[in-house]
């Protein structure tokens, strides 16, 4: 059983930051693009950043300009930082591989973004 943990949600007030963290199996992070991915209330998971090893990041439209995906290769740990937060960014975000393999989601972690 694979297992990816993700940290760092809350609770905060539109406008503010966060950053997430996830930390991997050496097994699956050194060798693989990682992204975050987030599933609000009646919607579909969707992507929000990717990164490859080297690395080279994409970000989904919503969230460009305002998150930074970045990794650790020491520490097998993959960060979203999350700045002008806004209340549709409210949802609970997992990071997996990029593509996503569907036996590795984890538990995930709240992010609320109040108005």
């Known amino acids: 059983q694979v297992q990816l943990v993700e940290s760092g949600g809350g609770l905060v007030q539109a406008g503010g930051s966060l950053r997430l963290s996830c930390v991997a199996p050496g097994s699956i992070f050194n060798r693989n693009a990682m992204g975050w991915f987030r599933q609000a209330p009646g919607k579909q998971r969707e992507m929000v950043a990717t990164i490859t090893r080297y690395p080279f990041t994409t970000y989904s439209d919503s969230v460009k300009g305002r998150f930074t995906i970045f990794r650790d290769n020491a520490k097998n740990t993959v960060y979203l930082e999350m700045t002008g937060l806004k209340p549709e960014d409210t949802a609970v975000y997992y990071c997996?591989?990029?593509?996503?393999?569907?036996?590795?989601w984890g538990q995930g972690t709240q992010v609320t973004v109040s108005s």
């Open positions: 997996n591989m990029n593509p996503p393999m569907p036996n590795f």
